[in-house]
């Protein structure tokens, strides 16, 4: 059974870093790979980031490249987004989710980032 | 990017009743290995979305037979064949044929 946990949100201030993490179990670590989405506070879906679990393969949405980086420790089952360069507009419920080619077959709980000063 | 359009994006239903969302993306969602990458959640107040189709058509295990899915190119429907309380929530199709991966606005399906 697939399973996600993220973690790491919190308060930050305007401009300032936070890095969220996202623990898998319950699958083979080492096919397809990770997306993040997020949702602001009473709006709807936006798709953020997507790495491959190797590293090979990464996207991001034009609204957080070059500030969002994506990474992952293998040997701990782990994926991390960096987050840099932080404004009120990335204050969002932040969910990573399984890939499976072309879809998303499982999410996790989600983790809050709010940015505030 | 694709935008996708889903409407209405408030549907009153009365229980029993059938509902439909129609979604439209901007380019085809035709990939080219022939798969169309178009997926319809459903987020339940409070909660984490929940996939119940993928690929147009393709119903997920323990998704109730009252939800189907149709359409192709960009074009595309989710269908419940009579609503009930628990289905009351948010629906979004999302297309992961092109990057970036786009959704689409949600609709808001409620109980008369």
């Known amino acids: 059974q697939v399973h996600l946990v993220e973690s790491g949100g919190g308060v930050v201030q305007p401009g300032g870093s936070l890095r969220l993490s996202c623990a898998a179990s319950g699958f083979t670590f080492n096919k397809y790979g990770i997306h993040w989405v997020r949702q602001a506070p009473g709006k709807g879906l936006e798709w953020v980031t997507f790495m491959r679990y190797d590293g090979g393969d990464k996207h991001y949405a034009d609204s957080v490249k070059g500030r969002f980086t994506m990474s992952t420790d293998n040997s701990k089952n782990t994926l991390y987004l960096q987050m840099d360069s932080l404004s009120t507009e990335d204050t969002a419920v932040y969910y990573c989710a399984n890939d499976q080619r072309g879809t998303i077959d499982h999410w996790g709980q989600g983790t809050l980032v709010t940015v505030s000063s | 990017d694709v935008v996708m359009t889903q409407s209405p994006l408030s549907l009153p239903v009365t229980l029993g009743q059938p509902a439909s969302i129609s979604c439209r993306s901007s380019?085809?969602?035709?990939?080219?290995?022939?798969?169309?990458?178009l997926t319809w959640f459903q987020q339940r107040p409070g909660q984490s979305p929940r996939r119940l189709i993928y690929?147009?058509?393709n119903r997920d295990s323990g998704v109730p037979d009252r939800f189907s899915g149709s359409g192709s190119g960009t074009d595309f429907t989710l269908k419940i064949s009579r609503v009930e309380a628990e289905d009351v929530g948010i629906y979004y199709c999302m297309q992961g044929t092109h990057w970036s991966w786009t959704f689409g606005q949600g609709t808001k399906v409620e109980i008369k």
């Open positions: 690929k147009v058509s």
């Open positions: 380019q085809s969602l035709v990939y080219g290995d022939g798969n169309t990458y």
